[in-house]
């Protein structure tokens, strides 16, 4: 099925929720294509992720709370100390969207000039 880009996108402060088949869709959508750019099993995927955001960005979760969904917060170790907050159903979604909004607004601590 083809998808507009924006429907994947995710914001610095965004929500992934699950309570309809579309929003269900985007979830799945945004863990499918990290999966694949991480080069990852569902397995994995947590621990690529967290290692990602570490080495290859600079970035910390730094904060983890739950009621009735998850808040997460990362923040990215440079000089605006750029910040993403992430509200989720599921806190597999919420690590997966922090690593979506860093890899696609961000060059990798790695990269040469």
Same mark, same amino acid.
């Given at each position: 099925?083809?998808?507009?880009?924006?429907?994947?996108?995710?914001?610095?402060?965004?929500?992934?929720?699950?309570?309809?088949?579309?929003?269900?869709?985007?979830?799945?959508?945004?863990?499918?294509?990290?999966?694949?750019?991480?080069?990852?099993?569902?397995?994995?995927?947590?621990?690529? =992720?967290?290692?990602?955001?570490?080495? @290859?960005?600079? &970035?910390? +979760?730094?904060?983890?709370?739950? !009621?009735?969904?998850?808040?997460?917060?990362?923040?990215?170790?440079?000089?605006?100390?750029?910040?993403?907050? =992430?509200?989720?159903?599921?806190?597999? @979604?919420?690590? &997966?969207? +922090?690593?979506?909004?860093?890899? !696609?607004?961000?060059?990798?601590?790695?990269?040469?000039?």
């Amino acid at each position: 099925m083809n998808r507009p880009a924006a429907t994947t996108s995710v914001k610095a402060d965004d929500f992934l929720c699950r309570c309809t088949p579309s929003e269900t869709e985007r979830c799945d959508a945004i863990r499918q294509e990290v999966k694949h750019r991480l080069g990852s099993t569902d397995e994995r995927l947590i621990s690529h =992720i967290v290692s990602s955001l570490d080495c @290859d960005y600079d &970035v910390s +979760i730094v904060e983890i709370n739950s !009621d009735m969904w998850f808040g997460m917060k990362a923040v990215r170790a440079d000089e605006a100390k750029t910040q993403c907050y =992430i509200q989720c159903d599921r806190i597999e @979604d919420g690590f &997966v969207a +922090i690593w979506k909004y860093y890899a !696609d607004n961000f060059k990798s601590i790695n990269d040469e000039d």
